[in-house]
């Protein structure tokens, strides 16, 4: 796989797409690509891009993808994970579900298969390996954090993710928080794919979610967001070194359960 290389649009660029990954696997990447392909994403109003984590890791989740956010041309910008496939569902489905929530909600900014829509409650279209098929929520349904397998940017709303913040955990809801502040929405949409990872909460998942936390807590005070696999706690001062002590009761109160 070449290098990364820098694209550069013009607004009036006549594009519907841009479909942006980072890679680490070149082959799993190709089958991606694969499947978006079958699914209806092949015509003149396509792109793809990538960053090439191939040979180690040139960018991270929030600095690659605001690269690659910054180079599309599309009037959506899809940001997906290199193991995902497309299954029944594909570019008409896709374009019917964004064109519902524009009717629904102008201000709508991102959207997603997976997410979190308040302490102990989550929306959920996906297969993966927790389950084949899971439907939970009557869609579209608002949400305060997404799944990072999957993201349609809606590039109008300008909504990008942080500086500041580094590694490949929680961009997805960095962007709904940003979405937030600039009075904006995020939904999970029925559109229904096979995500092959199950996820992981690991030291580098914790590291994220504290730095994400301390980001946002002189902004966002006295917030629970939920993810799809855990609780960000947002408050401000003191208070939040005694709600990081909560934390596990807090789970326990709202039932929060791994997808």
């Known amino acids: 796989m070449s290098a990364p290389i820098a694209i550069t649009g013009r607004e009036e660029d006549p594009l519907l797409f841009s479909i942006a990954t980072l890679v680490t696997k070149p082959a799993q990447y190709a089958e991606m690509v694969?499947?978006?392909?079958?699914?209806?994403?092949?015509?003149?109003?396509?792109?793809?891009?990538?960053?090439?984590?191939?040979?180690?890791?040139?960018?991270?989740?929030?600095?690659?993808?605001?690269?690659?956010?910054?180079?599309?041309?599309?009037?959506?910008?899809?940001?997906?994970?290199?193991?995902?496939?497309?299954?029944?569902?594909g570019r008409a489905e896709l374009l019917a579900r964004l064109?519902?929530?524009?009717?629904?909600?102008?201000?709508?900014?991102?959207?997603?298969?997976?997410?979190?829509?308040?302490?102990?409650?989550?929306?959920?279209?996906?297969?993966?390996?927790?389950?084949?098929?899971?439907?939970?929520?009557?869609?579209?349904?608002?949400?305060?954090?997404?799944d990072e397998n999957f993201i349609v940017l809606?590039?109008?709303?300008?909504v990008s993710p942080s500086r500041g913040l580094?590694?490949?955990?929680?961009?997805?809801?960095?962007?709904?928080?940003?979405?937030?502040?600039?009075?904006?929405?995020?939904?999970?949409?029925?559109?229904?794919?096979?995500?092959?990872?199950?996820?992981?909460?690991?030291?580098?998942?914790r590291e994220g979610r504290v730095a994400l936390e301390r980001a946002y807590h002189q902004r966002l005070k006295g917030a629970l967001v939920q993810t799809t696999c855990d609780l960000v706690v947002v408050t401000g001062g003191l208070w939040w070194r005694a709600a990081q002590g909560a934390r596990r009761a807090l789970r326990r109160i709202f039932k929060v359960k791994s997808i």
């Open 34 to 89: 694969a499947s978006f392909r079958a699914g209806g994403f092949d015509g003149g109003d396509t792109e793809y891009l990538y960053v090439d984590n191939s040979r180690g890791n040139v960018l991270d989740g929030y600095s690659g993808l605001s690269a690659l956010i910054r180079a599309a041309r599309g009037r959506f910008i899809i940001l997906v994970h290199q193991d995902v496939l497309l299954l029944s569902d």
């Open 99 to 146: 064109e519902e929530l524009d009717r629904l909600d102008e201000a709508w900014a991102v959207a997603g298969n997976a997410g979190g829509v308040g302490p102990g409650r989550l929306a959920i279209r996906i297969s993966d390996p927790h389950g084949d098929n899971q439907s939970r929520g009557a869609f579209p349904v608002r949400v305060e954090s997404l």
């Open 154 to 158: 809606r590039r109008s709303a300008l």
């Open 166 to 205: 580094t590694g490949f955990h929680l961009y997805g809801t960095d962007l709904c928080l940003q979405a937030q502040l600039k009075g904006m929405s995020a939904y999970v949409i029925d559109f229904h794919l096979r995500h092959l990872g199950a996820g992981t909460i690991d030291a580098a998942f």
